[in-house]
């Protein structure tokens, strides 16, 4: 239950940094793919140092651990760019709706990971959310922002929740930095042909936001994630991390003035409820094990 707990601390924590990460999209005129790079950058930067604070080693096991790397760190970039492309193309609030699909597509990819079928609990959480998410997004047209917002959304969701189930399956004996480091240095080799030169022209002011964003909304909301990946399930990190949509949104008003309507409201509402539903059945499942 202690580890439980801690898991639990970890993501929440996160969630309400991610919250805030939202922002830099709007707040960076750059592409989602120089954003991604340059914030990149400044992450592994804090995430080296501190681990050779640490005086760990970077080393990894076997050849097919630097494999499952690579594999990671290239769902990282891709979730990376189309999550801020999506906020870029329509609003912080569509871009943030859209990702918080992937706890519904995770409790459905999971179960085939661990051989199992979803629990009739976990497929009600993930109806609420997704019944939730609907009441957030407006019309659906092809022709327009919102839409163009909700299905990069959704694309990155189905990579973010594709990279959470292998890094829970196939990389959780790592300690969640190290893990990191190596998903962050994919991001960046995959991503510095597409976007090198765009660094001659970055602003003095813009590079104290993308060190903002790489270090405190980066390196360390990400590490607090993976690590509670060590301790509880994805599909409990992911339905978790709904309440991002609510944090997401509140900051947009707070800081952009984008406002929420009555259905922004009670869709957050059914998130927050399903996200604290999914918490506390989590907790008593371990209870009785």
Same mark, same amino acid.
């Given at each position: ?12 924590? /996160? ?6 990460? /939202? ?8 592409? $989602? ?11 592994? $930067? ?179 994630? /993976? ?25 947009? $008003? ?36």
């Amino acid at each position: 239950m202690k580890q439980h707990r801690e898991g639990l601390l970890s993501v929440h924590s /996160a969630v309400l940094i991610f919250g805030l990460t /939202a922002l830099f999209s709007k707040l960076i005129s750059l592409s $989602a793919i120089e954003i991604t790079l340059l914030r990149s950058i400044f992450a592994i $930067a804090a995430i080296a140092i501190y681990i050779k604070y640490l005086n760990e080693s970077l080393l990894l096991a076997s050849r097919r651990d630097y494999l499952v790397a690579i594999v990671l760190g290239f769902f990282l970039a891709t979730h990376w760019v189309t999550y801020f492309h999506a906020m870029q193309v329509s609003s912080i609030a569509v871009g943030i709706i859209a990702l918080y699909t992937y706890p519904v597509i995770t409790v459905f990819l999971e179960p085939l990971f661990h051989g199992e079928r979803p629990h009739i609990k976990d497929i009600i959480s993930a109806t609420v959310v997704l019944l939730g998410i609907y009441l957030l997004v407006p019309e659906f047209s092809i022709n327009n922002q919102t839409t163009q917002g909700v299905l990069w959304g959704v694309l990155s969701a189905f990579l973010f929740a594709i990279r959470n189930i292998i890094h829970g399956r196939y990389f959780n004996a790592y300690p969640a930095r190290q893990a990191l480091f190596y998903q962050t240095l994919v991001v960046i080799l995959l991503l510095l042909p597409f976007a090198g030169d765009v660094m001659v022209d970055v602003s003095q002011a813009q590079w104290l936001q993308l060190l903002i964003l790489g270090v405190f909304f980066t390196a360390l909301p990400h590490t607090l994630f /993976a690590h509670s990946l060590l301790h509880l399930k994805a599909k409990t990190a992911s339905l978790v991390g709904c309440m991002q949509v609510v944090y997401g949104s509140l900051f947009a $008003a707070l800081f952009l003035a984008e406002l929420p309507d009555w259905k922004t409201i009670a869709g957050g509402l059914i998130v927050i409820s399903a996200a604290a539903y999914e918490t506390l059945t989590s907790g008593q499942q371990l209870k009785k094990a």
